[in-house]
């Protein structure tokens, strides 16, 4: 830079005390333009510049955050790069000193001030880092990551100075989703122009999500905490952001609960079964404002004390050897393959899972016609038996065919194995069935898969008619489970010598899910709904942990797009085939 401004004859040797504007105006160039140093270059650049240079200098030395005096600056140096386009190295300085100007008023610019901004504060950015990390959002070690970058973007989001962007109209940001369901978003936001923006977190078919509208009947943003699923949204307590105000919010989400706060004071919770963070922002057409800060970080006990919640567990103090005993002593003497002509009980011989007969009936499935008022049940028959594991596939049994484990809570090869996708489990059925087939244990006609909807209620009745048969003791829920999942069989069985078909997490069922027709039919046989579109809603039965008792029915399900995490885990069945 020496060659460019100190070697001028105006400004050799003044640059304690420049005695006349000339070498004032140099001065000042030097320090703003050359180093960046500002607050020196003002003063100088208001006694020394041209007419309007000295104009816009002398009210940012009045008024440093005023942000039409940044835009003009802003304007000014960009102009300056235009007339010295002659020399390159001239306007690259220039322009980076507009850019510099831009930045700082980007947050609070809207319309055609904000577009010219956005284009303008960005046109060469000096670190090549941020061009290979646009949008980043850091993550500080969640799930072992530094940090994210969208895996899909649309619209003309532009990165914000020391931030994450700066939105003009209609856009969405779709982060990929990480496998962790514990984590504090930290965001501040600053809306320039009244428009629509959210910020969602999990599953697309349930999660949570901070939505900001702009109300034209009051005249002004509404903001709230919002948890949603498939076809409910429940609503939180609202709160009216400021425009040209920002907004620093958190967002804490932990396995079971979420809490908006404001500026460090409670706005809104909701409860919540658990699903892994997958951030999307959006925003519509007559939106305009800054995220100036969005980052992600890991769950902490002083979280935890703050808000009064137990700490994620992510790893369980078990004894797998007293487990794997009790495990064998049940199971001795099972023969190690299926005998269709004299159905019984047997090990797989491929991961040792104990498989239990279940032999052709009926069962009457309640049909609410509201959440109160019971209508008449629908008579379901099954034609077929089939067999069903005892209990939910283990960890163990997940390794024997696969050798990477997904489930996010560990300490017991005979814990659950959670956290996979209805396609994952699918896939896993799908190598057991080659390993039986090569050792001919597999019988013609036969697979082994997920439950259908009807066979999993059909099995977790057990002839019984009730919808818990087992008591509450008898299965791991929200007020006995210590806030995590289990190792298999611990329970009580129920009449068929099935375990934690209650509770522990939620299992995977073949069926898509589909709204119950009206009126009800009042029969159905072998009723099942395949479908090879992944972007459907699965089923999914028993309930998880962090649900209460009377949640963890026969008769109630969930519905899930099929995607991983959110402790979903499954047990397989041995059945007739069935084709999608």
């Known amino acids: 830079m020496r060659t460019l401004y100190e070697a001028t004859p105006l400004f050799a040797g003044k640059k304690d005390a420049p005695a006349d504007a000339a070498a004032k105006a140099a001065l000042g160039r030097y320090y703003g333009l050359a180093k960046g140093q500002w607050d020196k270059a003002l003063p100088l650049l208001a006694e020394g510049g041209g007419e309007s240079l000295r104009r816009v200098a002398a009210e940012l030395v009045a008024r440093p955050d005023d942000t039409g005096a940044q835009l003009r600056m802003g304007d000014y140096c960009w102009e300056a ?3 010295d386009r002659i020399d390159p190295a001239l306007e690259r300085i220039d322009r980076d000193a507009a850019a ?9 610019l809207s319309g055609d001030d904000f577009l010219r901004a956005c284009d303008r504060a960005y046109w060469a950015p000096v670190d090549k880092r941020e061009l290979a990390l646009p949008l980043r959002v850091g993550l500080h070690g969640l799930a072992g990551m530094t940090g994210m970058v969208p895996q899909k973007v649309t619209g003309r989001p532009m990165p914000a100075e020391r931030g994450l962007a700066a939105i003009q109209g209609r856009v969405s940001i779709d982060y990929p989703q990480v496998p962790i369901s514990s984590y504090v978003h930290e965001c501040e936001l600053t809306i320039t122009a009244p428009g629509d923006v959210q910020f969602i977190y999990g599953d697309p078919g349930h999660g949570v999500r901070l939505t900001i509208h702009w109300d034209d009947s009051k005249h002004q943003e509404e903001g709230q905490l919002q948890l949603y699923t498939r076809h409910v949204v429940w609503l939180g ?12 919010f958190t967002v804490y989400v932990n396995e079971d609960n979420q809490q908006l706060r404001i500026d460090g004071a409670p706005s809104g919770s909701h409860g919540c079964r658990p699903t892994d963070l997958h951030l999307r922002i959006t925003t519509n057409d007559k939106f305009a404002g800054v995220i100036s800060r969005c980052e992600i970080r890991p769950w902490t006990e002083a979280d935890s004390s703050l808000l009064r919640w137990p700490n994620p567990v992510r790893k369980v103090e078990c004894r797998p050897e007293e487990t794997a005993l009790r495990i064998h002593l049940a199971n001795f003497g099972l023969p190690d393959k299926p005998d269709p002509a004299s159905p019984k009980p047997f090990l797989v011989a491929t991961t040792g899972t104990p498989m239990q007969w279940i032999a052709p009936g009926k069962f009457d499935h309640p049909n609410m016609v509201d959440r109160r ?8 028959i099954l034609t077929r038996g089939f067999w069903m594991g005892r209990c939910e596939v283990n960890q163990a049994e997940w390794t024997a065919l696969v050798p990477v484990n997904p489930s996010r809570v560990v300490g017991s090869p005979f814990l659950p194995g959670e956290g996979v996708s209805g396609e994952d489990a699918g896939r896993w059925c799908g190598l057991l069935n080659e390993q039986e087939m090569k050792g001919r244990r597999l019988p013609a006609g036969h697979a082994y898969r997920l439950p259908t909807a009807a066979e999993w209620e059909y099995a977790c009745r057990s002839g019984t008619g009730s919808d818990i048969p087992v008591n509450a003791d008898g299965y791991w829920h929200r007020n006995n489970s210590g806030a995590h999942a289990h190792e298999v069989g611990q329970g009580k069985a129920n009449a068929w010598g099935l375990y934690d078909m209650h509770g522990n997490v939620p299992e995977w069922c073949l069926d898509a899910f589909q709204d119950p027709p009206q009126p009800a039919p009042w029969r159905l046989t072998d009723p099942v709904a395949l479908t090879q579109n992944p972007k459907d809603h699965f089923v999914l039965h028993g309930g998880g942990w962090w649900n209460r008792p009377e949640q963890c029915t026969a008769q109630l399900s969930e519905s899930s797009v099929s995607v991983a995490g959110g402790h979903r885990g499954f047990r397989v069945v041995l059945g007739p085939a069935l084709r999608k």
Not at 237 to 248: A, D, G, Q, Y
């Open 81 to 83: 790069a235009d007339r």
């Open 373 to 380: 008022t019971p209508g008449k049940p629908t008579e379901i």
């Open 237 to 248: 307590r609202r709160f009216s952001p400021k425009l040209n105000t920002p907004l620093r």
């Open 100 to 108: 510099f100007w831009y930045r700082k008023a980007l947050p609070r």
